[in-house]
């Protein structure tokens, strides 16, 4: 069993900056990759980010390009999202996730393990 917990949601100003976090708990990271995702009210859920396993290789979409960057943390079975110039668009509900295998889709119906969210609002 996988338990991934997210932290670092918040409230911040457009043009201003977050870094989300997500922890594993259970069986590793290691061969699957992690991806977030993102779920604005009224909106389907939409890749965000991903990293291969082992941190092999990192896609993104094409609204977060050059502003979100994904990595393996420096601690064991944690993957972080620093999220700089953010826009109101942004605002969503912030979710980490298990891929079922090492590939990375952009399929939320490929992940096998989600954490709960964490709220990011993004002002304008």
């Known amino acids: 069993q996988v338990q991934l917990v997210e932290s670092g949601g918040g409230l911040v100003q457009a043009g201003g900056s977050l870094r989300l976090s997500c922890a594993a708990s259970?069986?590793?990271?290691?061969?699957?990759?992690m991806a977030w995702f993102r779920q604005a009210p009224g909106k389907e859920r939409e890749f965000v980010a991903g990293i291969g396993w082992s941190g092999s290789g990192t896609f993104y979409r094409d609204s977060v390009k050059g502003r979100f960057t994904i990595s393996m943390g420096n601690a064991k079975n944690t993957v972080n999202l620093q999220m700089n110039s953010l826009k109101p668009e942004d605002t969503a509900i912030y979710y980490c996730?298990?891929?079922?295998?090492?590939?990375?889709?952009?399929?939320?119906?490929?992940?096998?393990?989600w954490g709960q969210g964490t709220q990011v609002t993004v002002s304008s």
């Open positions: 996730a298990r891929s079922g295998s090492a590939a990375v889709t952009r399929r939320p119906d490929e992940y096998d393990y």
């Open positions: 259970g069986r590793t990271f290691s061969y699957y990759g």
